[in-house]
């Protein structure tokens, strides 16, 4: 159990603090460079949230300061505080290294980690005391970042010049490795499962996300073993096309198997513990059911986030919604991401996720204000996750020192790292400040005036199901996606097919508790389960 510190009265000494330097003319025009960075089965409704409980966070990514070092990490505890934010979403694995102490991976390389120093035990020692959740951000599929790698990196064993099944790179249909592991090979898949279950085990963070957990275009995914294995399954030969249906839901469902393997597997160790995703929501948002098939998330990067949701093998969805405000276009399509989420969460959880880093201070208050209202059929979602907390605003985003900031309605544009803490603060306290481009005084409201709650997970806190996995270990042919059949005993009425992966694993969940008859179909093969409100019921085949 964790203790919740009160900081009220710090909170009134910062709120005081602020307005003083707010009601300073010019203040922010002063600074030395004036004027911010920055990606089953149930009903598709969720009851409404109160604003006592809402998940309010920031993405506090690896590539900029935020908590490499104990200084960083004290301040990011302060600024969330600040802003009433009540979860830190870290990211912990930037790309096949770890800025926490692994058992499989290498540490980083990054100088500012100073040596002997875990970032992520000082993050969670910090934040828990302060009564803030801690999610271990994973980038999950990109491994290689540049040419420099750390001894022991998984890419040096297994890329694309590793021979035979030891090759678990994924490539293109020209056959180029772009620095991802394939899903479609069995191996790369039990790789990074047992990456985020390590970590589970040593660490008390309070979730785990899973980011870059996608093919990089319809033409990724041609890893050898991937395009056997289809060829398999389908008693097809040669290479598909990037386009061919089959292929594109079979490199789907090798994603939904990575999701699912994980979910199980971690329910099975730490039931608590929540598994989440950074879920693409590019182009356009859906304006019904039909029109999710014509995303960019399904039909381009084969990521079916709605159906881990559906499934129940996801907790919370964090769809990046980086949209530009001020860009008409995007901010419809802004406002079609988050109606559709807030009527398909499935008895899950979605929290939206602004580009704050894309945008004016105003706007993404404005953008965090609309996802916190309920849709046209009165569902809300479960809060908001910021992208992000090294790069808060559109005067704080680094990428445009390089060129890019012409078609910013505000010219001209100016860098100016100190405008972070002007957002903390605009997040919980009325606000002003005098934009460095025009020199305009703009006046804003908080959005999380009040601090709350994290809302509950009542699948997750008071479990009323359960689930089971096993391994198929003998099977006529091959137990790579070999189906079974699923029936309750108590209930002859429920049934579930599953299907093994390339492992012959498989797993299911939200299963009534009571017995069941689980048989592998096309043979004799069948076990009696006894499934268990939450628990894992283990299921082991031996020879046919």
């Not at 079916?304 to 530009?324: H, N, S």
Request: charged letters at 20%; a neutral charge.
């Amino acid at each position: 159990m964790r203790k919740t510190k009160t900081f009220f009265l710090s909170s009134l000494f910062l709120i005081g603090l602020t307005i003083s330097f707010l009601l300073t003319p010019g203040w922010f025009s002063n600074f030395p460079s004036r004027a911010i960075l920055f990606e089953g089965f149930a009903n598709a409704t969720m009851p409404p949230q109160t604003q006592t409980a809402e998940f309010r966070a920031f993405w506090v990514d690896a590539f900029n300061p935020g908590f490499k070092t104990p200084q960083e990490v004290t301040k990011l505890i302060a600024d969330a505080q600040r802003a009433n934010a009540n979860a830190i979403v870290a990211q912990v694995r930037r790309r096949g290294d770890a800025f926490y102490t692994s058992a499989i991976e290498p540490r980083t390389l990054d100088p500012n980690v100073p040596p002997g120093f875990d970032p992520l035990q000082d993050l969670i020692d910090k934040a828990h005391a302060a009564g803030i959740e801690v999610h271990a951000w994973m980038v999950t599929l990109p491994v290689v970042s540049g040419t420099k790698l750390p001894a022991g990196h998984v890419w040096q064993q297994h890329g694309p010049s590793a021979p035979g099944n030891d090759n678990w790179a994924m490539l293109t249909y020209g056959g180029e490795a772009q620095g991802y592991l394939d899903p479609g090979h069995p191996d790369a898949v039990d790789y990074t499962v047992s990456v985020y279950l390590d970590l589970l085990k040593r660490y008390d963070v309070d979730g785990v996300q899973l980011d870059y957990v996608r093919y990089g275009a319809p033409t990724w995914g041609y890893n050898p073993t991937a395009i056997a294995r289809f060829n398999q399954q389908t008693g097809r030969s040669g290479k598909p096309a990037p386009t061919d249906p089959a292929w594109m839901q079979w490199r789907r469902d090798q994603v939904t198997n990575l999701v699912r393997k994980l979910y199980v597997e971690s329910l099975a160790i730490k039931p608590r513990v929540k598994i989440t995703a950074a879920t693409i929501a590019w182009g356009d948002g859906p304006t019904n059911d039909a029109g999710w098939y014509q995303t960019q998330p399904y039909k381009e990067v084969l990521q079916d986030w709605r159906a881990w949701l559906e499934e129940g093998i996801l907790d919370m969805a964090m769809p990046m919604t980086y949209q530009r405000e001020y860009k008409r276009s995007q901010k419809l399509a802004y406002d079609r991401w988050i109606e559709y989420a807030k009527d398909h969460q499935y008895n899950r959880q979605i929290a939206i996720g602004p580009g704050n880093y894309l945008n004016y201070i105003e706007d993404t208050l404005g953008q965090i204000r609309r996802a916190e209202q309920p849709s046209a059929k009165g569902n809300h979602v479960a809060g908001t996750v910021l992208y992000s907390y090294a790069s808060s605003n559109v005067y704080t985003n680094v990428e445009l020192r390089s060129g890019g900031s012409g078609d910013l309605p505000r010219q001209p544009w100016k860098y100016v790292p100190q405008s972070n803490d002007l957002f903390y603060t605009a997040l919980s306290v009325p606000s002003q400040y005098v934009d460095a481009a025009t020199g305009k005084t703009y006046e804003t409201q908080p959005v999380w005036a009040t601090a709350a709650a994290v809302p509950d997970m009542p699948w997750k806190s008071r479990p009323t199901a359960g689930a089971i996995a096993g391994n198929l270990q003998q099977c006529a042919q091959t137990c790579d996606g070999a189906s079974l059949t699923l029936q309750s005993i108590d209930a002859a009425a429920q049934v579930r097919q599953l299907r093994a992966d390339g492992k012959g694993w498989f797993g299911a969940i939200e299963l009534s508790p009571g017995t069941y008859q689980l048989k592998v179909d096309g043979s004799q093969i069948q076990q009696t389960v006894n499934v268990v409100a939450g628990e894992v019921t283990k299921v082991n085949f031996g020879a046919s």
